[in-house]
């Protein structure tokens, strides 16, 4: 069966960095875009990033763009969210979800089948 | 820039009763839409994409209808395991969820 498992959060400072991973397993990992999605505390679901199958493509929410970089290591058959110059407005639980189509990743068509249980990010001073 | 919004914010049923759930978009978004389950602690779960179609293992008390920018989730009978909040999501652009319905217990 599909599994997700998300690892890597905690509490951090302003401006530091935090790098998320997504361990994937029960599916072909390489042949899936990947997508992370965060949860603010008590609110909605937003969408952050997404890699295409062989990581040539990525995409970014404008909130996140220019200070998270999405990547992924099929190898290893994991996703990775590295995170800079991070702001309270980040705290959330970030889920990685599994695109439900194989092959190349388009601006439509994106919804996800599978996700985490999720990790927490916490910045606070 | 599409918005999406969800109504009611909050919706109180008995179990056993029908619930109706609305989705609308600021513009068309096609039937390039769907509906999650979130409950407490856990994260969300696909039940329908494509405006109507049931996501694997979703049971049939779970239907969709709508498109263009009017939706609707609908469960026939609820059970105690459905009070959750209950997400829509277009994909005709990059993914955008509306804000939710919590269905509660009335």
């Known amino acids: 069966q599909v599994q997700l498992v998300e690892s890597g959060g905690g509490v951090v400072q302003p401006g530091r960095s935090l790098r998320l991973s997504c361990a994937a397993s029960?599916?072909?990992?390489?042949?899936?875009?990947m997508h992370w999605v965060r949860q603010a505390p008590g609110k909605g679901l937003e969408w952050v990033a997404v890699i295409s199958y062989d990581g040539s493509n990525k995409y970014y929410a404008d909130s996140v763009k220019g200070r998270f970089t999405i990547s992924r290591d099929n190898s290893k058959n994991t996703l990775y969210l590295q995170m800079n110059s991070l702001r309270a407005e980040d705290t959330a639980v970030y889920y990685c979800?599994?695109?439900?189509?194989?092959?190349?990743?388009?601006?439509?068509?994106?919804?996800?089948?599978?996700w985490g249980q999720g990790t927490l990010v916490t910045v606070s001073s | 820039e599409i918005v999406m919004t969800q109504s009611p914010a909050t919706l109180s049923v008995s179990p056993g009763e029908r619930a109706t759930l609305s989705c609308r978009a600021s513009q068309s978004v096609s039937s390039n839409l769907a509906w999650y389950q979130q409950k407490p602690g856990q994260a969300p779960r696909l039940l329908i994409y494509?405006?109507?179609t049931r996501a694997t293992g979703i049971p049939a008390r779970f239907s969709g209808s709508g498109s263009g920018t009017e939706f609707t989730l609908t469960i026939s009978s609820l059970q105690s395991e459905d009070f959750a909040v209950y997400y829509c999501q277009q994909y005709n652009n990059w993914p955008l969820f509306g804000p939710g319905t919590k269905v509660d217990i009335k």
């Open positions: 029960g599916f072909t990992f390489s042949s899936y875009g």
């Open positions: 979800a599994k695109d439900h189509r194989w092959g190349p990743i388009a601006v439509a068509g994106n919804y996800f089948d599978y």
């Open positions: 494509g405006a109507s």
